[in-house]
């Protein structure tokens, strides 16, 4: 893996040093995550609508595409793809290098023009993904943009980059997806894991069951008596096709056997009972009906959903699972199956709901509390949360499961940010700042795995309790979302927190320009923290 370094050469017309000896904000490279090895050189490069584009491949012209599109709904400039022999040009061409790997690039910015280098269609995307970032934090003047002179070498440190949505707790709708995935996209994150069911609402179109959504969808979070929201399956598919676009690829969540609620108000045939401070929390794994329901239910999930993962959740069922060690249903069949107690229960019927899914082709991805499930390993990818429980991550790593991983601390985004926050989550007061963020990696943790790639990478989490508003949403995740993408693209060793932050104040411009209500780590905060207002019209800090 390579050493993340930044070289800078002197511009010839003079190059301006702060006092402390560091280099001024406009030397560093603008690019977010930071490529692995960057020059910068006393080169400029006119950009202007009359600028060709080029590529030697029709693997590229997606990426050309998009590139097009990007140009012009942020600079208002119209590249044509053409034919520029000896002229100044975008060139997009096939990589020589033997060893780059997926998602590797090279970018060259000079007075001739850009030239991006790939051996495939995710590489040359990041490649044009960075000269965005180049571009849209560039000089304009009249008609054309002013770019410095760059050179870059970059490769990405996990494939794994994700992001997950929670969309029951409050509903958001597909416009506001589809800005959370652009901007991944130019953050360079490739994993959108879409959590569309759970206790307060069922967000998702199932044609078989039509009561999911349409009372299932009723409520959220703090409003039990909201009008149902849910996404339509064809809506599904325009947000799973604008992300392949974009070289992400979007995992589902169904939530079972706990978390139930919002189904089992649709149909309540299914429940398996629950608790006081979660009612109908469970589906019932006694009833053979149950298993039939939910793999119809995956099945049509399945084909909405080309990643061919499916996230069963799998997580805190004993929150609502009591009136298991009662049911007639659930003790016949521990009877039967000789199941010594209702974690015997959930496994069994994690395995069967498993065994489903892999009919379909489709691998399991399940919370860290499945680590004990014995689900086949070759099939199945554990997301450990827990970050109290590390045990659980060496048992995972241990039994040879590919892992994903995204600690509460510091990679839950509802928490706070910042110490004089009073609206949001926190952990024995402990909270996850922009710098938490940045200096997770996920290289601490691979002394522990039994193979390289058996950490796939890492992720962020929002749960959307105390998020009723876009507003609220934005806050939590800008600028944490950019610290999240260079914790999963760079190399652990070589990361520099203050380097970071002089190369975000020209992102906090473009969030500006957004219209993003985003957080300001620096002096004198430019937006305040967003209250939330919890059930009954309260106000509220969870401590847990």
Same mark, same amino acid.
């Given at each position: 893996m390579l050493?993340?370094k930044?070289?800078?050469?002197?511009?010839?017309?003079?190059?301006?040093?702060?006092? #402390?000896g560091?280099?001024?904000?406009q030397?560093?490279?603008?690019v977010?995550?930071?490529?692995?090895?960057?020059?910068k050189?006393?080169?400029?490069?006119?950009?202007?609508?009359?600028?060709?584009?080029? #590529?030697?491949?029709?693997v590229?012209?997606?990426?050309? *595409?998009?590139? *097009?599109?990007?140009?012009?709904?942020?600079?208002q400039?119209?590249?044509s793809m053409?034919?520029?022999?000896?002229m100044?040009?975008?060139?997009?061409?096939?990589?020589s290098?033997?060893? =780059?790997?997926?998602?590797?690039?090279s =970018? &060259?910015?000079?007075?001739?023009?850009?030239?991006?280098?790939?051996?495939?269609?995710a590489?040359?995307f990041?490649?044009?993904?960075?000269?965005? *970032?180049?571009?849209?934090?560039?000089?304009?003047?009249?008609?054309?943009?002013?770019?410095?002179? $760059?050179?870059?070498?970059?490769?990405?440190?996990?494939?794994?980059?994700?992001?997950?949505?929670d969309?029951?707790?409050h509903f958001?709708?597909? &416009?506001?997806?589809?800005?959370?995935l652009? $901007?991944?996209?130019?953050?360079?994150?490739?994993?959108?894991h879409?959590?569309?069911?759970?206790?307060?609402a069922?967000?998702?179109?199932?044609k078989?069951?039509?009561?999911?959504?349409?009372?299932g969808?009723? @409520?959220?979070? +703090?409003?039990e008596?909201?009008?149902a929201?849910?996404?339509?399956?064809e %809506?599904?598919?325009?947000?799973?096709?604008?992300a392949?676009a974009?070289?992400?690829?979007?995992?589902? &969540?169904?939530?079972?056997?706990?978390?139930?609620?919002?189904?089992?108000? +649709?149909?309540?045939?299914f429940s398996?009972? @629950?608790?006081?401070?979660?009612?109908?929390? !469970?589906?019932?794994?006694?009833?053979e009906?149950?298993? !039939?329901?939910?793999?119809?239910?995956?099945?049509?999930? /399945?084909?909405l959903?080309?990643?061919?993962?499916?996230?069963? @959740?799998?997580?805190?069922?004993?929150?609502?699972?009591?009136?298991w060690?009662?049911?007639?249903?659930?003790? #016949?069949?521990?009877?039967?199956?000789?199941?010594?107690?209702?974690?015997?229960?959930?496994?069994y019927?994690?395995k069967?709901? +498993?065994?489903?899914?892999?009919?379909?082709?489709?691998?399991?991805?399940?919370?860290?509390?499945?680590?004990? @499930?014995d689900?086949?390993?070759?099939?199945?990818?554990?997301?450990?949360?827990r970050?109290?429980?590390?045990?659980?991550?060496? #048992?995972? =790593?241990?039994?040879?499961?590919?892992?994903v991983?995204?600690?509460r601390?510091?990679?839950?985004?509802?928490?706070? %940010?910042?110490?004089?926050?009073?609206?949001?989550?926190?952990?024995?007061?402990?909270?996850?700042?922009?710098?938490?963020?940045? +200096?997770?990696?996920?290289?601490?943790?691979?002394?522990?795995?039994?193979?390289?790639?058996?950490?796939?990478?890492?992720?962020?989490?929002?749960?959307? &309790?105390?998020?009723q508003?876009? %507003?609220?949403?934005?806050y939590? =995740?800008?600028?944490?979302?950019?610290?999240?993408?260079?914790?999963?693209?760079?190399?652990?060793?070589?990361?520099?927190?203050?380097?970071?932050?002089?190369?975000?104040?020209?992102?906090?411009?473009?969030?500006?320009?957004?219209?993003?209500y985003?957080y300001?780590p620096?002096?004198?905060h430019?937006?305040?923290?967003?209250?939330?207002?919890g059930?009954?019209?309260?106000?509220? /800090?969870?401590?847990?």
């Open positions: 050493m993340m930044l070289k800078i050469k002197a511009w010839s017309f003079g190059l301006l040093i702060m006092a #402390s560091m280099a001024s904000a030397d560093y490279c603008p977010i995550p930071a490529p692995v090895t960057v020059l050189t006393n080169t400029l490069f006119v950009l202007n609508s009359n600028t060709p584009i080029v #590529s030697d491949n029709v590229f012209k997606p990426i050309v *595409q998009y590139l *097009q599109e990007e140009l012009l709904k942020t600079q400039m119209t590249l053409q034919p520029a022999p000896g100044p040009a975008i060139r997009f061409v096939l990589s290098k033997k060893k =780059l790997p997926a998602g590797g690039y =970018l &060259e910015i000079n007075k001739d023009g850009v030239t991006i280098a790939a051996k495939e269609s590489g040359a990041y490649g044009a993904v960075s000269l965005l *970032q180049v571009i849209r934090q560039s000089k304009r003047t009249k008609e054309s943009l002013s770019l410095a002179g $760059w050179k870059m070498e970059d490769q990405p440190a996990y494939g794994w980059r994700g992001f997950m949505l969309e029951s707790r958001f709708g597909m &416009e506001k997806v589809k800005s959370i652009d $901007w991944m996209a130019f953050y360079k994150l490739n994993k959108f879409w959590h569309l069911t759970d206790e307060p069922w967000r998702i179109e199932i078989r069951y039509p009561k999911l959504a349409l009372v969808g009723l @409520g959220n979070y +703090a409003n008596f909201a009008p929201q849910y996404y339509t399956q %809506q599904v598919k325009e947000v799973v096709a604008y392949a974009r070289f992400i690829t979007v995992i589902p &969540e169904i939530d079972m056997p706990g978390h139930a609620t919002a189904a089992n108000k +649709a149909y309540p045939e398996g009972g @629950g608790a006081p401070g979660h009612p109908e929390f !469970t589906f019932n794994p006694g009833k009906g149950t298993y !039939t329901y939910l793999s119809n239910i995956l099945k049509e999930t /399945n084909v959903f080309p990643s061919a993962m499916v996230h069963l @959740g799998g997580d805190e069922v004993s929150y609502g699972n009591q009136k060690a009662a049911d007639p249903e659930i003790l #016949s069949l521990m009877k039967d199956k000789n199941l010594a107690g209702t974690k015997e229960v959930e496994t019927f994690m069967r709901m +498993a065994d489903s899914l892999y009919r379909m082709n489709a691998k399991l991805l399940v919370w860290d509390e499945m680590t004990d @499930g689900l086949p390993k070759e099939k199945t990818i554990i997301f450990w949360w970050q109290d429980k590390p045990e659980v991550l060496k #048992s995972a =790593l241990s039994k040879g499961y590919e892992t991983l995204c600690p601390l510091p990679l839950y985004f509802d928490f706070v %940010q910042d110490s004089t926050h009073r609206y949001g989550r926190k952990w024995n007061k402990t909270y996850n700042p922009l710098e938490s963020v940045y +200096a997770f990696s996920g290289d601490d943790y691979q002394s522990q795995a039994l193979h390289k790639n058996q950490i796939l990478g890492i992720q962020a989490n929002l749960w959307t &309790e105390t998020v508003t876009e %507003q609220r949403l934005d939590l =995740l800008f600028p944490r979302i950019a610290a999240l993408a260079e914790a999963a693209w760079s190399p652990g060793k070589g990361k520099d927190f203050s380097q970071f932050m002089q190369r975000l104040k020209g992102h906090l411009a473009l969030y500006e320009a957004d219209a993003i985003y300001d620096f002096p004198g430019k937006y305040p923290e967003p209250v939330k207002v059930k009954g019209g309260k106000r509220f /800090n969870t401590e847990l």
